[in-house]
Nanobody, 129 residues
């Protein structure tokens, strides 16, 4: 019922930028819910990168991207974006978009990975020096 599809990944030199997109099925973001970006590097667990509550512009960021990452949403296009600047090799991994069920709570920072019930297929980001 709820579907997410990521795009925008690729191979980038260190210091470059990427803008990832998460296209959602109709009305997915109409009700308040957390939408987040996760990164999974080879042999590592999936970790949160950034999140946004769809009923507001409140965003959260992991320390690793704070100051160089921006998550935003376009309600008309039903799309959430993640812009990453000053990319480093540590940013390499598969990036997933995920969404929680509708919730009244805007505290996306405190959501566990297991609370995200819908996931996209992922888009690969490779940063080289």
């Amino acid at each position: 019922q709820v579907q997410l599809a990521e795009s925008g990944g690729g191979s980038v030199q260190a210091g470059g930028s990427l803008r990832l997109s998460c296209a959602a099925s109709k009305d997915t973001f109409a009700r308040g819910r957390c939408v987040a970006w996760f990164r999974q590097a080879p042999g590592k667990e999936r970790v949160g990168v950034a999140s946004i509550y769809t009923n507001s512009d409140i965003t959260t960021y992991a320390d690793s991207v704070k100051g160089r990452g921006t998550v935003s949403q376009d309600g008309v296009k039903n799309t959430v974006y993640l812009e990453l600047n000053s990319l480093q090799p540590e940013d390499t991994g598969t990036y997933y978009c995920a969404a929680t069920p509708a919730t009244e709570s805007p505290s996306c920072r405190h959501m566990f990975r297991s609370q995200y019930s819908t996931w996209g297929q992922g888009t690969q980001v490779t940063v080289s020096t």
